[in-house]
């Protein structure tokens, strides 16, 4: 299995924009988080889905960010308006057992 | 209560040297205890863990020492390489009573140690 697969892995765009980030998990898996990495916070859990279905998004940092899984192979996280804060990496992570998770390479976030 | 500490936040070790890296936690629920280690434009990726019926568990160079009754574990890397050079996450969740995931979980993690080991 190629593990968790995101894209893009660089994404530069103009404060108010929409911003799409998508991720493959690793086939099998029915865990599937997104995390958002910053020198400031750390890693944060902004929301995990089980089965395809979202289960925990009190991460999610306000009402411009939402994340969907339309199958047990795809997910994206869209923030619509981006906002310079939001300038991070996102990781997606993939895992039969929600506590071992199997992270993707990630998408750094630059709003400019 | 939900917060993993970590320290030191940076840590600088001889080639051959020990690397020690702490974390410290409150919530008395917590019952795993991983390890990510993170190169440079990658993901995290688990390195070793421990649950806290054991005080040490060993994978080659690396070991995790846990101290149930203080509430802290740490994570130590014997022989230090320069390809060890990353930074290191801890970790804590619950695993709730059943292994296999069941109804909570989420892992917490501290802020990372970036550790450079010099040649």
């Known amino acids: 299995d190629a593990g968790v697969i995101q894209s893009p892995r660089h994404e530069v765009t103009e404060m108010g924009q929409e911003v799409t980030l998508r991720c493959k998990p690793i086939?099998?898996?029915?865990?599937l988080f997104w995390y958002r990495q910053t020198m400031m916070r750390g890693l944060e859990l902004l929301i995990y889905?089980?089965?395809?279905?979202?289960?925990?998004d009190s991460g999610m940092p306000e009402d411009r960010f939402s994340a969907k899984m339309p199958n047990a192979s795809f997910s994206t996280l869209k923030i619509q308006p981006s906002e310079p804060r939001d300038s991070a990496v996102y990781f997606c992570?993939?895992?039969?057992?929600?506590?071992?998770?199997?992270f993707g390479q990630g998408t750094r976030l630059t709003v400019v | 209560q939900q917060q993993v500490k970590q320290s030191p936040q940076s840590l600088i070790v001889q080639k051959g040297g020990i690397s020690i890296i702490n974390c410290a936690y409150e919530?008395?629920?917590?019952?795993?205890f991983p390890w990510y280690q993170q190169f440079p434009g990658k993901g995290p990726a688990l390195l070793i863990a421990?649950?806290?019926?054991?005080s040490e568990k060993k994978e080659g160079r690396f070991t995790i020492s846990f101290n149930k009754s203080a509430k802290q574990f740490s994570l130590h890397i014997m022989d230090s390489q320069p390809g060890d050079s990353a930074t290191y996450f801890c970790?804590?969740?619950?695993?709730?009573?059943?292994?296999?995931?069941?109804?909570?979980?989420?892992?917490?993690f501290g802020k990372g140690t970036k550790l450079s080991v010099k040649p």
């Open positions: 992570a993939s895992s039969q057992r929600r506590f071992e998770a199997f």
């Open positions: 086939s099998g898996h029915d865990y």
């Open positions: 889905f089980n089965n395809n279905v979202p289960i925990d």
């Open positions: 919530n008395t629920a917590f019952d795993y």
């Open positions: 421990i649950r806290p019926d054991v």
């Open positions: 970790a804590a969740s619950m695993r709730g009573i059943d292994w296999y995931g069941g109804s909570q979980g989420n892992l917490i």
